[in-house]
């Protein structure tokens, strides 16, 4: 078909029910990964946020579609033509708690990409700029920057204890929590959905602030807009100088990136720009692939006292309320769990916070669950099979469940096995999540090939890539090697009251390396900004 989502297997058959897939193949383990923080499942979820948001329509009064009622589906006339819910009758948790229908609206699609502006085969909106371009912090309209901005000396709005702005157009409770609690104003829309989302984006907000007065003083000449535009840019660059050099390696390894072309470089100047490369968001990175870091996510959150004290919070109590910062000031608590704090593993196990629990608010006991709604969305936007993402990848296109232990353990290979009836029709994420991660790096094959490839994209493709030669928005040499001073570890120094932190703050301690330094000392490199003393500003 044309837009017609996903719904039969190889055979005709209807697929198995993703919340049965859900409940058998994805579920809920405490693994803490060994070598990463909390920091790496953090900044895939604002990098994620960056660079995809496949909206879904709303009633004319802007009101959410709601294809469930009394834990039903809708029918008739009611019923309206983007819904498809999740069937959950009978479901071993949502089922005794009257929860036999999950809400999901499928998502709108785009005019298509010739010269005619036609529809053709149903490709997913993307209303985000789809660049590493501090969106999160900056909004990709120029009204939602408007909105941001305070129009003098360059800065960005803020709130009371120096956090985000606060929304005057939700104007009450953040998503009806009967806490006399407010919703927080950013970049993206997203920002309130969980404590550790809300806390990056304060941070970064800081920092901006932070450069923002630094070149005011050096410049003080300048305008605000002049100020602003140059903050910007130096934001841009030292986030795409943490995500490629130091939490993309992580990701998919250090000889992955040198096989895609996306190392960075010591020193000078890089060349990599390709005119015809396509940078644009790839269907399966977005809706599968790049999902990767809901395995990662720890279903209750440590939170760290300057004093040493730690209290725990469930994040099922926190979702689209930010009252932790808001009402009890833990920011510094959050953020020093980035780095005190571990990673849950790279597999197929996630924490039942996310499977039972999302969103829930505090007049029920449930939630609902984003493994079945990562799957929904993946049918519904008619990406690849895993299969097919092998094949495309490298790897033999698997003729039978046996074939898949060349990256699947045995015991997930059965569950596989248990719940599709051919190796053809088993969905990307689930397959990609369940593949063992290759040496020096986090993902698994197939995540790994879909994510390295879009990043090359992302830097191949992007003519303002922030350490290019001989582009109109090309650093001086100078000026790009301050950028590089730039590190995860001086950002949290810089703008959260922490005073120590470990120099790879995507990285745990141990007694040999990697030890917590001070924040004032040398150990981790701070940028001067000198560089720009008497510089013509980008605006």
């Known amino acids: 078909g044309v837009s017609a989502p996903r719904t039969r297997g190889a055979d005709g058959f209807p697929l198995p029910n993703v919340r049965h897939v859900s409940n058998t193949i994805i579920p809920d383990f405490d693994i803490p990964d060994q070598t990463f923080t909390l920091s790496v499942m953090q900044w895939a979820q604002f990098t994620d946020h960056d660079i995809a948001h496949v909206p879904f329509p709303h009633m004319e009064s802007g009101e959410g579609i709601q294809c469930c009622m009394n834990g039903r589906p809708v029918t008739g006339p009611l019923r309206h033509p983007r819904c498809w819910p999740i069937?959950?009758?009978g479901d071993p948790f949502f089922g005794p708690q009257g929860g036999g229908c999950m809400n999901f609206v499928r998502s709108m699609v785009a005019v298509g990409a010739g010269s005619d502006c036609t529809f053709g085969y149903a490709e997913q909106l993307n209303q985000l700029t789809h660049w590493l371009d501090a969106s999160t912090v900056y909004?990709?309209?120029?009204?939602?920057?408007?909105?941001?901005?305070?129009?003098?000396?360059?800065?960005?709005?803020?709130?009371?204890?120096?956090?985000?702005?606060?929304?005057?157009?939700?104007g009450g409770l953040c998503e009806g929590r009967n806490k006399g609690v407010l919703c927080y104003l950013a970049g993206d829309s997203r920002v309130n959905e969980q404590p550790g989302l809300t806390a990056?984006?304060?941070l970064w907000v800081r920092q901006h602030n932070r450069v923002a007065r630094d070149l005011q003083n050096l410049n003080p000449h300048w305008s605000d807009e002049a100020v602003f535009q140059e903050t910007r840019r130096i934001i841009i660059a030292q986030i795409q100088h943490i995500t490629f050099n130091e939490w993309l390696p992580i990701i998919v390894g250090d000889s992955f990136m040198r096989s895609f072309g996306i190392n960075t470089i010591p020193s000078g100047y890089s060349f990599d720009y390709i005119p015809n490369f396509n940078p644009s968001m790839n269907n399966e990175f977005s809706t599968a692939a790049f999902r990767f870091g809901h395995t990662?996510?720890?279903g209750?959150?440590?939170?760290?006292s300057a004093s040493g004290g730690v209290s725990s919070v469930r994040m099922r109590d926190h979702f689209n309320s930010p009252h932790l910062i808001q009402s009890h000031g833990l920011l510094d608590d959050i953020v020093r769990s980035f780095t005190q704090l571990p990673i849950?593993?790279?597999?197929?196990?996630v924490t039942q916070e996310l499977s039972n629990h999302l969103f829930q608010t505090p007049k029920f006991n449930f939630g609902m669950d984003l493994m079945s709604l990562n799957l929904h969305r993946g049918r519904d936007h008619g990406i690849a099979t895993y299969n097919d993402i092998r094949h495309i990848c490298g790897l033999p296109r698997a003729q039978s469940f046996k074939d898949l232990l060349d990256q699947i353990s045995p015991e997930v290979v059965e569950r596989l096995a248990s719940m599709y009836r051919?190796?053809?029709?088993?969905?990307?994420?689930?397959?990609?999540?369940?593949?063992?991660?290759v040496s020096g790096g986090l993902l698994g094959w197939t995540f790994l090939c879909v994510v390295g490839d879009q990043f090359a994209r992302l830097k191949k493709g992007d003519r303002f890539f922030y350490d290019l030669g001989g582009q109109p928005g090309s650093f001086t040499e100078p000026q790009l090697e301050e950028i590089r001073r730039t590190s995860w570890a001086r950002i949290i120094c810089d703008n959260a009251n922490v005073e120590a932190v470990q120099p790879l703050a995507f990285r745990q301690t141990n007694i040999r390396i990697n030890q917590p330094v001070s924040c004032q000392g040398p150990?981790?490199?701070?940028?001067?900004?000198?560089?720009?003393?008497?510089?013509r500003p980008a605006a």
Do not use: C, Y
Not at 424 to 433: A, H
């Open 300 to 304: 209750t959150m440590s939170l760290f």
């Open 139 to 170: 909004g990709s309209e120029e009204e939602e920057q408007r909105a941001l901005r305070e129009f003098r000396n360059g800065l960005l709005k803020t709130s009371g204890n120096n956090l985000l702005p606060i929304n005057p157009n939700q």
């Open 422 to 437: 051919s190796v053809d029709d088993i969905d990307f994420f689930v397959g990609g999540l369940a593949e063992r991660s």
């Open 296 to 298: 990662l996510v720890q």
């Open 87 to 89: 069937d959950t009758a």
């Open 344 to 349: 849950q593993s790279f597999d197929p196990f």
């Open 523 to 535: 150990n981790i490199p701070r940028p001067n900004w000198a560089q720009w003393l008497g510089e």
């Open 200 to 202: 990056i984006h304060t």
